[in-house]
Structures are given as C-alpha cells and as structure tokens.
C-alpha cells in the first residue's frame, strides 16, 4: 500500500516561494506517474502539474506555467513542487497523488496548507 506525505506548506507573502515535498512509502515509487492537486476554499480540486516515471515528461494548468517546477527524486521516493512568484489565488491545500498505471490517480496524501497573503 502506497502512503503519501506532503509537507513544506505554510504563509508567505505574494511573491515569494514555497517548495513544497512529498515522499511515498510502501511500493516501488519509480513506478508511478506523480501529480500535485489543490483546492481553495469553496471550490473543486484542480490539477496542477504531473511528472511521469522517468521525470522527463511534465505538465502544467497555465495559471502556474513558468512560476511552478514539479521534480522527483526516486532514489528518495520524493516528489517536489517548487512555486516561484506566488499569487494570493494559488492559496489552497495542495495535494500529493500517485498514478500506479497511468491513467488514474489512486492514492492521495493528506495535504498540505499553503497561503499567499497580498
């Protein structure tokens, strides 16, 4: 069973940065498609950028093109999101996700605060 644990969540003031983790415990890491997630108050969980196996490939929601970098480390089982230049509108709890077949994302952390004063 896969296990998911976000952290580096917290407040920071509009333009600053936040690099947000996310380790995996359980099976072999290297395998899964990983993904970042938020939700803001009132409103639906929306994808944010996905890294697949190998960390070649990534995808980005425009809103956080050039501002956002997901990265892994599967020698550490680590998922990364680095978040330059925040907006008071990327304040949400961000979410971890692993997809172990590539097409659904099964297992979800718990999440993680981050908040972006103006």
């Known amino acids: 069973q896969v296990q998911l644990v976000e952290s580096g969540g917290g407040l920071v003031q509009a333009g600053g940065s936040l690099r947000l983790s996310c380790a995996s415990s359980?099976?072999?890491?290297?395998?899964?498609?990983m993904g970042w997630f938020r939700q803001a108050p009132g409103k639906e969980r929306e994808f944010v950028a996905y890294?697949?196996?190998?960390?070649?490939?990534?995808y980005y929601r425009d809103s956080v093109k050039g501002r956002f970098t997901i990265s892994r480390d599967n020698a550490k089982n680590t998922v990364y999101l680095q978040m330059n230049s925040l907006k008071p509108e990327d304040t949400a709890i961000y979410y971890c996700?692993?997809?172990?077949?590539?097409?659904?994302?099964?297992?979800w952390g718990q999440g993680t605060q981050v908040t972006v004063s103006s």
């Open positions: 996700a692993a997809d172990p077949k590539g097409s659904t994302w099964e297992v």
């Open positions: 359980g099976r072999i890491f290297s395998n899964y498609r």
């Open positions: 890294i697949r196996r190998s960390g070649s490939i990534t």
